[in-house]
Every structure is written in C-alpha cells, then in structure tokens.
C-alpha cells in the first residue's frame, strides 16, 4: 500500500460519515405494512445467497436506530447516509402510501438532527417493491414513472429536514448484476433487459430529480459505482462505456456514448429510447455520488465468451488482481480514487464530488473484545490520502462517507463479508467499534490525517 504518510489536513466543512442501505441493515421485513421486495424474493431462494442468509433480521436497524444513532455521535460522524425501501413507504409499489413505513424514516430523521447528524437520504438502494418486478420490474418503462411518485412521497414526508437527496445508487449494478448477469436481484439473465433497466434507472432518476426539485429540495445527487479502467484502448473503452460513461453522460451531459450505444442496439435494439428521454435525463445536479471500491484492468484475448456483466464484451479478459486484495477479492489501489476524482473534475467540472462509500470487507476477529482491523484501518487511510491527494489537484470533493457503519448483508455474500467499522455480533445484535471505528473517530476530531 502506498501513501506518504505526512499529516494532512481537509478543506473546512468536508463531510465526514458513513453509510448504510435499508434492506442491508434493518431488518422488520414483514413489521408495519411493509411489502416484499425483490431482495427477500431472491434471498428465499435457495442457493442465491450464501448460508441462505436473508435480510429478514439483519442489523435490526429498524428497532435499534436510536442506539445505532447514538454510536455514530460517539464516533463523531457529521453525516449519516442511509436508504429508504421503498416496500416500506408503497408495500404495492405505487399508489397508497404506508404512513407507517414513513414514520420510521421520520423518527431516524429527528433523531440524527438532534445528534447534530445531518441525514444523506438515498431513495434506492436496490429494494424494489416484488409488486413492481412482477410487472417487468426496471426493464418496464413504467417503473421509472412509479419511482418518481414514491420520490414525491418521501420528499413530502421529509424534506423539511433532509437537505441531499440521492436518486439511485449504482444503477450499472442494479441494471447488469440484475438483469443480465443474475447473480443479484430479480436474478434475471436478459441482456436486452439489461439495457432497458439500465435507461429506466436513469429516466427514473430525471423524472425523480424534477420532482424533487419541485418540492424544493436542496441538493440532489446520483450516485455511481465507477471503476477506472486500466488496459489497451481497444477493450478499456468499451468496459469504461459499459461500466462508467453509460450513467455519468446521459445523466450529466444528455447524452450516450456512441460505443454504448452500439453494443445496446445488438442486444434487443434501442426501441426503448423515446425522443426527449435524454432531456429528462439531462437534470442538474449539485454532487456526484461516488462508490470507488477498486479498478478495472482488462486485455485483448481473442475467443474469450463476453463477461455475463459486460453484454458485448467478447474478446475483453479481466486480468485478476496482481497486487493485494480484500476478503472480497477486490484488488487494493489507491491511486485510483485519486485517478477518478480527477477524471470527474475534469469531465463535469460544475458538479461537486461526493464519495459516498468506500471501505473494505476483512476477515475480522474479536479479541478480548476488541477488533484490531489493521488491514481496513491502512485501507481508510490510503483511500484517504489518495483523496486528499485529488484535492490538493484541484477536485472539488465534498465530503468522505465510510462503507459501511455497520458489518451487514451484503448481497449475494450474505453476512460472511464484513464491510463495518463497527462489529455486529449477528447472534446478540451487540455493537462493538472496530479499531478502524476509533481512529476515523479521531481523523473527523482532527480534520485529516495524523503523521
Ligand atoms: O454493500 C455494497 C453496497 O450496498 C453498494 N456498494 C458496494 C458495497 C460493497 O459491496
């Protein structure tokens, strides 16, 4: 891992948090009307998610809030971000809404403001009402509609205390985990339904975004799992277009990419592309919303099948990680972040950055109750100094928000991948803040980063 090591000190005002997303961490799947989402759909079905975990209990989130809330001031988080499901708020995925399922996400809202917490509100975090799957789901055009009156929903609920709203985290996941390769929720493997998700997601987002605009929200974001691309030209820009520029140009410049474009039209056509879509789109927004985990390196390898997320990438090889990675594979650099904040900075340079995960699942252990995570500790601090580094450059980054606050479900993997700083004992529901919990404490206490 590299990193020079010197004190560093951020911009006044730099957001520090942490993030989590509803169905990962709340648990109460059947309590107060809320209605089944594609994720307890999938997550019932035998052999999609490791040791068939679910998210039925989860972090028990939904009843330990105020605990939860309570940490966080402890560790002396300025934000915390988490997600509404939309099950809870319209358990029929569009017309009457739950007061219910509301009035959790306004008792968590007062609670955070009273810890002097400020509430980073996400609207999707991948927990799609089943009612609305089983009428084609984001492949429908419809969806997009639905999402935009559930945004009018939550805003009214609670845009009198939330600033940043978020319209749709990482719809690339969403659309080509989903959709095409099905190793998330709905589970489906349609590449051509892929791309239709993938252009509701972002229609859903534009139609969002003016509603909440509307209703006078303060800032809106989007936010993006975006991966730097590292390779020969010839296959880098294809899996960048894929992966990258798919989302970040209709979404910020009203456009798609004219390589996307192409690999779209192969797999079920562009049909779905009404006129004046783009425009709808094309809605300002105040942050971009990053999720930078890792890069990306591909080469050329005639005769190698498309990878199942990348529909149209026969011929592109996924060179496995050279150097050190994470329990989840993921190969560790850096640089990366400081690579792609540059990027953005230099690409949409009006719209301020906002990262909005970044952490490290480890094989934690608890010792004599503590967790000494050495190796997410020197995780945080690279990722921090690469984005002090970008900063320095020239990036307007805002604000720096860990994944996750708390260990949780994470997806496919269940609960044996452990993103937290903070430790969840599954069986007791007990808390216990990692070392890495303790020294973001005092990196927030400090603005930066000790010698
Ligand atoms: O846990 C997920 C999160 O829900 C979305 N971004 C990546 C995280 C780690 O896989």
């Not at 309590?31 to 997550?43: H, L, N, V, Y």
Request: glycine share 10%; with cysteine.
């Amino acid at each position: 891992m590299t990193g020079t090591r010197e004190a560093l000190v951020f911009p006044d005002g730099f957001v520090w948090g942490a993030a989590t997303a509803a169905y990962q961490v709340e648990g109460a799947a059947r309590e107060d009307g809320r209605g089944p989402s594609i994720w307890d759909a999938f997550s019932h079905t035998p052999g999609k998610v490791a040791g068939g975990d679910t998210g039925d209990v989860a972090c028990d989130h939904y009843h330990r809030y105020a605990d939860d809330v309570r940490l966080m001031s402890e560790l002396g988080l300025r934000a915390y971000r988490f997600s509404v499901s939309w099950p809870r708020v319209q358990p029929a995925g569009g017309g009457a809404v739950n007061a219910k399922g509301l009035d959790f996400y306004d008792r968590l809202v007062d609670e955070l403001l009273k810890a002097d917490i400020s509430p980073y509100v996400t609207l999707y975090h991948w927990d799609l009402p089943l009612a609305l799957e089983r009428r084609g789901g984001w492949a429908e055009r419809d969806t997009a509609h639905r999402f935009a009156e559930y945004a009018a929903a939550v805003h009214d609920r609670l845009g009198d205390r939330v600033a940043t709203w978020t319209t749709l985290n990482e719809p690339w996941l969403i659309a080509f985990l989903g959709y095409a390769w099905g190793v998330h929720a709905p589970g489906r493997t349609d590449p051509a339904a892929a791309f239709r998700a993938a252009h509701h997601l972002l229609l859903g987002h534009g139609l969002a975004t003016a509603v909440l605009r509307a209703a006078g929200a303060r800032q809106v974001s989007l936010t993006f799992n975006l991966s730097p691309v590292e390779g020969p030209p010839e296959v880098a820009d294809l899996i960048d277009g894929l992966m990258n520029r798919q989302f970040l140009e209709p979404a910020l410049r009203g456009r798609y990419p004219a390589d996307v474009l192409a690999v779209a039209a192969r797999h079920g056509g562009l049909g779905h592309i009404h006129d004046g879509d783009l425009a709808l789109i094309n809605q300002p927004i105040d942050l971009i919303g990053i999720n930078y985990y890792n890069p990306s390196v591909v080469s050329p390898k005639p005769g190698e099948p498309a990878n199942p997320a990348f529909p149209g990438s026969e011929g592109v090889f996924f060179e496995p990680p050279s150097g050190p990675t994470t329990a989840m594979g993921w190969p560790i650099v850096p640089e990366g972040l400081t690579s792609l904040l540059l990027r953005l900075s230099r690409d949409y340079p009006e719209t301020g950055l906002l990262v909005t995960e970044n952490g490290a699942a480890f094989d934690d252990v608890v010792e004599d109750g503590a967790v000494h995570d050495r190796d997410r500790l020197a995780y945080l601090d690279a990722h921090l100094r690469a984005a002090h580094a970008a900063i320095q450059a020239g990036a307007d980054l805002r604000g720096y928000l860990v994944w996750s606050l708390l260990d949780n479900f994470e997806w496919h993997d269940g609960y044996r991948r452990r993103f937290g700083i903070v430790h969840v004992d599954f069986a007791t529901q007990r808390r216990l803040p990692k070392d890495s919990a303790l020294w973001y404490r005092d990196v927030i206490r400090r603005n930066g980063l000790a010698r």
